[in-house]
């Protein structure tokens, strides 16, 4: 079973940055952070893809970045511009041989 350690989630105030990390414990295919606030369902934040594409919310569009290095088998998201509305618990998801997989999850808070 594919392992997913997160971290980098926090506090932070609304104009803020935070750089979440998701380490897999092999090689995977498509990766990508999800996330879910109180009351809510879990929604799509950004994608990559193994071909090298990447996917965004329009709600994080200009805001976040999604990255990855294969030889570390990690992905990460780097959140600027950060708002209130972007507060809740992100997940790490991960795709190998046609099986999902999700992280624990990371606490992210934006509030003065």
């Known amino acids: 079973q594919v392992q997913l350690v997160e971290s980098g989630g926090g506090l932070v105030q609304p104009g803020g940055s935070l750089r979440l990390s998701c380490a897999a414990s092999?090689?995977?295919?498509?990766m990508g952070w999800y996330r879910q606030a109180p009351g809510k369902q879990r929604s799509l934040v950004a994608v990559f893809t193994s071909g090298g594409s990447t996917n965004y919310a329009d709600s994080v569009k200009g805001r976040f970045t999604i990255s990855r290095d294969n030889a570390k088998n990690t992905v990460y998201l780097q959140m600027n511009s950060l708002k209130p509305e972007d507060t809740a618990v992100y997940y790490c998801?991960?795709?190998?041989?046609?099986?999902?997989?999700w992280g624990q999850g990371t606490q992210v808070t934006v509030s003065s």
């Open positions: 092999g090689m995977i295919n498509n």
């Open positions: 998801y991960a795709e190998r041989s046609y099986r999902g997989y």
